[in-house]
């Protein structure tokens, strides 16, 4: 039941772009992702709905592709400050009111100047 | 400061010792939720609770109990410590019926020896 994360691990150089993929088997109601830096706890970024929607804040989006199950996270001209692991995390339709998350493995992103 | 506070931050057990993990959110959340953080295997949640008088099982419930002692306060207990529960413990808390984020604790690092 765990979403799977590709890729495992990315290096950038600042200003370059990425995309983070998180896909699952089971219908979903809602994804997830958070950023966590080393020894720190994950921070929450976005939310996707079932339905099939794109968000955005800063220069950090995501769309969620009801059909297929997946999600992906796009990083645009990325900073120094974007370096940390990044999780999704799914609820599932069946999941009830506590919504409660099923993680991915993580996605490693290095920015280097 | 609004948020989830854990408590300790650091903790090393003997195999067989018994210890509670404290949790405590003051943002009026339903929801509460334990997870632990092994190297390369992003969250697993152990147990949640959807609301105040409930508590279900996660994915990796055993050697763990928990206790929902009212709105705020959700804890973790393991009644005989054992070095596979060596990881580092996430408490976080949501909102019941709405689409929100996680907010995270800082996290218990507990070694078992």
């Known amino acids: ?113 | 400061n609004a948020g989830v506070t854990q408590t300790p931050k650091f903790q090393v057990l003997k195999t067989g010792q018994s210890m509670t993990l404290q949790c405590a959110q003051d943002m009026n959340h339903n929801s509460m939720y334990w997870y632990r953080q092994d190297p390369g295997m992003g969250l697993r949640l152990i147990y949640y609770s959807a609301s105040e008088g409930t508590t279900d099982k996660g994915e990796v419930p055993n050697g763990y109990n928990v206790s929902r002692l009212n709105k705020r306060e959700f804890s973790l207990r393991l009644e005989s410590a054992a070095p596979s529960q060596t990881s580092v413990y996430f408490c976080a808390s949501s909102e019941t019926y709405r689409d929100y984020g996680y907010t995270f604790g800082s996290g218990t690092r507990l070694t078992v020896v």
Request: hydrophobic content about 35%; some cysteine; glycine content about 8%.
């Open chain 1, 1 to 113: 039941q765990q979403p799977v994360q590709s890729p495992q691990a990315v290096i950038l150089r600042e200003g370059e772009d990425a995309v983070i993929n998180c896909s699952s088997s089971k219908a979903l109601y809602s994804v997830h992702w958070y950023r966590q830096k080393h020894g720190e706890a994950p921070v929450f970024l976005m939310i996707l709905l079932k339905g099939g929607e794109q968000k955005g804040h800063e220069k950090i989006s995501a769309s969620f592709n009801e059909k297929k199950q997946q999600s992906s996270l796009y990083l645009t001209a990325s900073q120094l400050s974007y370096s940390g692991t990044y999780f999704c995390g799914t609820a599932l339709i069946s999941s009830g009111s506590a919504r409660q998350l099923t993680f991915g493995s993580g996605t490693q992103l290095t920015v280097l100047p």
